[in-house]
């Protein structure tokens, strides 16, 4: 029971302690400490990827094992790739061999590129069930959302600009929909994101307090 669960939370403690230390003292001996610890943390992260592709080798064989018809096509072709990519990256030049480079490119990249044109028409759908002015706030977020997709594209420059361009009044210039849509995204868009920065920061403070004083111990098996 000591080694499962008492001696992780120490070498979480004191591992936590000394690493928080040494971003406020310049004392010699432990900066030298944090560096062995950040060392430590890159091993263990080769290793959580060397078991996170054994788990993927074992599903993929349980998928090859009960799947039929051509639904088998899927784990086969990812086990394919894994060993083809893993083949390339192992030979002389690693990253830049022509064959690990060949597949990123004309592979990997074209992939990707349909995975995010895919979500942009799930962001399309969301967004249209989300600007539906059902409420103030709902409204709210309609108007500014038809503000800001209105000053990203050619036709909000030429609403405004014609007007701007006879009357030349400085006054007038801070209602163009370009400098509408900036003043948005640069102030009122960028306090939300402010806002849910440091809430999201003062929730991993929070956990991160509650793991090192053994409140929290879901990592280790515990409740």
Known sequence: MFLKRQLPFVITLITSLILIISYFSPHPTISPLRSIFQDWYMIIVA???FV?????????????????????????????????????????GGLDNPGFDFMFEY??????????S?????????????FRAKSTMATILLITAFIVMLGRVPIGEWIT????????SSFLSRFHIPNVTEWI???????????????????VMGTSIKIMLGIERSHLGGE
Do not use: C, W
């Open 47 to 49: 290793f959580t990827m």
């Open 52 to 92: 996170g592709i054994l788990s993927l080798v074992k599903v993929s064989i349980k998928k090859i094992k009960r799947e039929k018809g051509i639904e088998v096509l899927y784990p086969v072709i990812t086990l394919v790739s894994l060993i083809v990519m893993a083949f390339f990256g192992f030979l002389k």
């Open 107 to 116: 592979i990997m990249v074209p992939l990707q590129a349909t995975m995010f």
């Open 118 to 130: 895919l979500l942009a028409f799930y962001i399309a759908s969301a967004s249209f069930r989300a």
């Open 161 to 168: 600009g014609d007007l701007l361009h006879f009357t030349e």
């Open 185 to 203: 995204m640069n102030v009122i868009n960028m306090a939300g994101q402010r806002a849910i920065l440091i809430g999201a920061a003062l929730g």
